[in-house]
């Protein structure tokens, strides 16, 4: 029971996710919005908003920072050329 000096704590709010965890969540929702033909992906996004994000968009989330990191910020991107 709370004292009548302090009020009952509020409900703890969510953590911000982590930049690794919303990169995950964008991939996964961007997969799901492209392979059953949603031309949006925030419609993807309220609809499965509350589906826990698999370990293997964690995986990609991971190697896309990895790889993005491995890039001078201000190089081209050029594909590679086919011989």
């Given amino acids: 029971m709370a004292s009548p000096d302090k009020p009952d704590a509020s409900p703890p709010k969510d953590p911000v996710p982590s930049y ?3 990169l995950a969540r964008n991939l996964a929702m ?10 949006s992906v925030d419609y993807v996004r ?6 826990p994000v698999g ?3 964690f995986w990609l989330a991971r190697l896309v920072m990895e790889e993005t990191a491995k890039r001078p910020s ?10």
Avoid: C, N, V
């Avoid at 961007?30 to 392979?35: D, K, Q």
């Avoid at 309220?46 to 589906?51: F, N």
């Fill in 46 to 51: 309220k609809l499965y908003a509350d589906y």
């Fill in 55 to 57: 370990e293997f968009w």
């Fill in 20 to 22: 690794e965890e919303r």
């Fill in 74 to 83: 201000k190089a081209p991107l050029t594909p590679p050329s086919i011989q």
């Fill in 30 to 39: 961007a997969f799901l919005a492209a392979s059953h033909g949603y031309r």
